[in-house]
T-cell receptor, first 112, second 112 residues
């Protein structure tokens, strides 16, 4: 079965600093991969998705992620953090059957 | 505007009572999902449905029931058999299995 691991349940950065949220997956076939963001007491919003086209995927709010097959990784980055980026972020992988598998989430804090 | 609606936003119930959470989508999606979210545990899949009049148990189906009589509606009933029902419940839909899911705003259920 496919799985996804998010390293670090909490990440703290200063405003203007690089954001790096880590996601590793296990899959025996090329997966589809997703990053979602969740603000407090709200649903999840899709940030970006990888569907076997370009390995560098650009999403909303200045985020991007790079698919690295050799490392089975799909890390999320943003060059300069903004206070409004403070939220919880979820990585997900498709199981090629009937559902997505979500990671346990990483809470991003941004300090002024 | 197309989207997913969940009602109510906040719900309070007494212990031992069944309660039904509403989920409606006008995206013409075939697949719909229910997740439970608890602090620090990410998303856990309760039930999902890929087509009308059919649904499957997810990872934590005990104490819950669903129906899928219409394509746009996927209500979740939290029964008195659910031992710890207080949680944030999220509904999602997708065009098909393994594609990106679109989430509703969630319902926070508190059992007193």
């Amino acid at each position: 079965a496919q799985s996804v691991t998010q390293l670090g349940s909490h990440v703290s950065v200063s405003e203007g600093a690089l954001v790096l949220l880590r996601c590793n997956y296990s899959s025996s076939v090329p997966p589809y991969l997703f990053w979602y963001v969740q603000y407090p007491n709200q649903g999840l919003q899709l940030l970006l998705k990888y569907t076997s086209a370009a390995t560098l995927v650009k999403g909303i709010n200045g985020f991007e992620a790079e698919f690295k097959k050799s490392e089975t990784s799909f890390h999320l980055t943003k060059p300069s953090a903004h206070m409004s980026d403070a939220a919880e972020y979820f990585c997900a992988v498709s199981e090629w059957t009937d559902k997505l598998i979500f990671g346990t989430g990483t809470r991003l804090q941004v300090f002024p | 505007d197309g989207g997913i609606t969940q009602s109510p936003k906040y719900l309070f119930r007494k212990e031992g009572q069944n309660v039904t959470l509403s989920c409606e989508q006008n995206l013409n999606h075939d697949a719909m999902y229910w997740y439970r979210q608890d602090p620090g545990q990410g998303l856990r899949l309760i039930y999902y449905s890929q087509i009308v009049n059919d649904f499957q148990k997810g990872d934590i189906a005990e104490g819950y029931s669903v129906s899928r009589e219409k394509k746009e509606s996927f209500p979740l009933t939290v029964t008195s058999a659910q031992k710890n029902p207080t949680a944030f419940y999220l509904c999602a839909s997708s065009i098909g299995p393994s594609t990106e899911q679109f989430f509703g705003p969630g319902t926070r259920l508190t059992v007193l």
